[in-house]
């Protein structure tokens, strides 16, 4: 029975898809629910699974192809074996035809290793699925070894580079290439400015050090971070500074009423931001199983579109990295953007005396359109004043 394999129904803010890797070829056997193609959008990687057991027996749309939702991409006929696959009918060719054909090259390589007559089993593909390019065979061809000439002419001792010099040529995926056009949209289309800040950790570490043992016990194995504290620092603070809170839409300027804080997550893909809904309304125990959940779907590259669409602020923390200071880019149409660091002990005057403690540059950049210099150093000061006192988070002081 022949089935259609079609892209999914995408949301309204993802236009087309292209299809990134095809896991089965045509002809061969697949169980049901098997991985058999990813197509990749602007913001998730999806994956299509096979419905039934069986085989491939056409494929629409090859990797690189852009597709629309729910456009036709394979055939699939169900309950085929794999013996099913179509088998090469060509005459033998030459030897050293046969040798190229055996392996996956571009038309204009083949060409040039036949002319060339080279052992196209030696030469080592960049292109995409490790096909051989006309630059692999260029680069082998030079290196190949050539008689020497016939009494040389003498001359001066030219420098000779030795060892191998690898450039390796890969296209932009789809993710990443949208996450450069945001960062040129927010570098090109707002008026960013950036302003710092430092902060005391000294009392959210004791705090977190005296009950994080407790806080895992009863919040069956929930362990206490920092980021929930900079969550819900920044939650009280957006509820004083409803600037910071807004986005601009074209001439207007929209008040958010909720506080929806983003969270930066580094993956193998690019950074993506899933988003936090009504922090003032979480505990911390609820945003750190949240944050931890959106991590581990990062890693697996299990985020969902709903889950990255939205936000009103953001934090990312470089600070996970080693990064002692850095100027975060916003993360449009949002007004501002929290960066946090990491955490080193320096030597501070404290009451006219010098005491080592452990400091954390904070950096919050903003749309000055939107944002005034004053509302946006009262707002990080705020935030600050709060992480060094964490009990007037809960006293709303």
């Known amino acids: 029975m022949a089935i259609e394999i079609k892209a999914p129904q995408f949301p309204e803010s993802v236009a087309d898809g292209t299809i990134a890797t095809w896991y089965k070829k045509v002809g061969e056997a697949v169980s049901r629910d098997e991985l058999i193609v990813d197509i990749e959008t602007d913001k998730v990687v999806l994956e299509i699974v096979a419905p039934e057991d069986g085989v491939i027996s056409e494929i629409i749309k090859g990797e690189g192809d852009v597709v629309l939702s729910l456009e036709l991409i394979a055939m699939f006929t169900a309950g085929a074996a794999a013996n099913a696959a179509p088998t090469a009918t060509e005459a033998p060719a030459a030897a050293p035809a046969a040798a190229v054909a055996d392996v996956k090259a571009s038309p204009a390589a083949r060409q040039m290793i036949e002319e060339n007559n080279l052992d196209a089993s030696k030469i080592a593909g960049s292109g995409k699925g490790g096909v051989i390019t006309k630059e692999d065979v260029m680069a082998a061809s030079t290196s190949a070894p050539k008689a020497a000439p016939v009494a040389p002419a003498p001359a001066a001792p030219i420098p000779v580079i030795t060892g191998e010099r690898i450039e390796k040529r890969v296209q932009m995926t789809r993710m990443r290439a949208r ?59 957006l ?96 007004a501002a953007i929290l960066g946090m660091h990491k955490i080193q002990e320096r030597p501070m005057a404290v009451n006219g005396k010098v005491e080592i403690l452990p400091m954390m540059y904070l950096a919050l950049s903003y749309d000055h359109r939107l944002i005034d210099g004053k509302d946006s150093v009262q707002f990080l000061v705020t935030i600050k004043e709060l992480l060094e006192d964490p009990a007037r988070i809960l006293l709303d002081v």
């Open 179 to 237: 996450i450069a056009e945001r960062l040129l949209e927010a570098k090109q289309g707002t008026a960013m400015l950036t302003t710092f800040n430092e902060v005391n950790m000294q009392p959210v570490m004791n705090l977190r050090n005296q009950y994080k043992d407790l806080f895992e016990k009863t919040h069956n194995g929930t362990r206490l971070g920092f980021m929930s504290f900079f969550v819900k620092a920044a939650t009280e603070a």
């Open 239 to 334: 509820k004083r500074f409803p600037a910071v809170n807004a986005s601009i839409d074209g001439n207007d300027i929209v008040y958010h009423g909720y506080q929806d804080v983003g969270i930066a997550v580094s993956t193998e893909k690019g950074l993506v931001v899933p988003v936090l809904r009504d922090t003032d309304q979480m505990s911390l125990a609820d945003i750190e199983n949240k944050i931890r959940e959106y991590g581990l779907k990062g890693r697996d590259g299990k985020l969902t579109i709903e889950e990255m669409t939205g936000g009103t602020f953001t934090i990312t923390n470089g600070g996970v990295f080693g990064s002692l200071m850095s100027t975060p880019i916003l993360n449009p149409p949002q």
